[in-house]
């Protein structure tokens, strides 16, 4: 288990959220920041990932796809994937991959407190025999 800071990656396709976002989630966290689907799956590869925050309906609602390969391309990782959108989770796709679905506006500190509540659940669970 990495007790170094976790890393995450955060998707954003809006610039001042994504620096909002980022700004305050790295007060946590190694944050892999991207507002775009390239090269999130080569940081996958070669990260210990602990989360994924995502504004699915980046690339016209691409992110949803990435979310599913991400879940199928490392299945053994179960990496809790955060979705953060402007889209009610009623308008939503449906994705069994999705650990929790925020509907903005998030506070930044809200996504922070998210995160690390996931993460440490997730923790908790890895140790428990």
């Known amino acids: ?4 800071i976790p890393a995450i990656i955060l998707i954003e396709n809006d ?6 976002y980022q700004r305050e989630l790295c007060k946590s966290f190694k944050v892999f920041a ?5 090269g999130v799956l ?12 995502i ?12 979310i599913h ?3 199928t391309t490392y299945p053994e990782r179960s990496v809790p994937v955060i979705v953060c959108s402007t889209r009610d989770s009623n308008h939503a796709q449906p994705s069994l991959e999705v650990t929790k ?6 506070l930044p500190g809200t996504l922070r407190e998210t995160t690390l509540e ?5 923790d908790k669970l890895r140790r428990t025999p």
Do not use: C
């Open 34 to 38: 991207f507002t775009k689907l390239e």
């Open 118 to 122: 996931i993460i440490h659940e997730k």
């Open 69 to 71: 390969s991400v879940s």
């Open 42 to 53: 080569e940081v996958m590869e070669n990260q210990d990932i602990r989360a994924i925050v």
């Open 101 to 106: 679905y925020l509907t903005k506006p998030v």
């Open 15 to 20: 610039d001042i959220t994504l620096e909002l």
């Open 55 to 66: 504004e699915p309906e980046i690339q016209t609602g691409n992110g949803w796809g990435l």
């Open 1 to 4: 288990m990495n007790t170094l």
